[in-house]
């Protein structure tokens, strides 16, 4: 244990969107909660984005509280790049740093829009990497993410 389960180069899940609203309207529906909330599954965001402090998204589950997915803030700057890990605690991965794949917003003024570009990975370097990756990329993990947030601005 302690090493990817496949070997290969860096493997990243990027997906840019241009939206029409400036980057402070982008930046609202990414890091405040009542936003988020309404994007990412239902869930309840805990964090004050200050680097290195703690990122939660909990919620209920079958009546039950529970964290769906912790991390730590990386890099913060607003309006441009925002930077945390993500771990999901009710897997059965090995909860320590090298297992946990960074997710980074970055945003760029396009005319009277926004150019928002995530990206989540390196999944060829933490625990079960492709079908972490399969389970992110495929079955409609950012997808439906993506189509909720191009809905909201």
């Known amino acids: 244990m302690g090493y990817p ?3 290969a180069m860096e493997k990243i899940i990027s997906n ?3 939206l029409e609203a400036p980057p402070e309207k982008v930046w609202s529906l990414l ?3 009542e936003y988020v909330k309404k994007y ?3 869930s309840d965001l805990v964090t004050d984005w200050q680097p290195g402090k703690p990122v939660i998204f909990k ?3 079958q009546g039950q509280e529970m964290v769906f997915v912790k991390g730590h803030v990386v890099e913060n700057k607003p309006y441009s790049l925002l930077s945390y890990t993500v771990f999901d605690p009710n897997a059965h991965y090995t909860d320590e740093p090298w297992n ?3 997710v980074t917003y970055t945003l760029e003024p396009v005319g009277v829009g926004t150019q928002l570009t995530i990206t989540q990975g390196d999944f060829s ?3 079960d990497g492709e079908k972490r990756y399969d389970d992110s990329a495929n079955a409609g993990g950012w997808s439906s993410i993506l189509e909720k947030i191009r809905e909201l601005v």
């Open 59 to 61: 919620g209920a589950y």
């Open 125 to 127: 370097k933490v625990q």
């Open 16 to 18: 840019t969107l241009i």
């Open 40 to 42: 990412m599954y239902n």
């Open 5 to 7: 389960t496949f070997a």
């Open 100 to 102: 946990y794949l960074t």
């Open 31 to 33: 890091t405040e909660p």
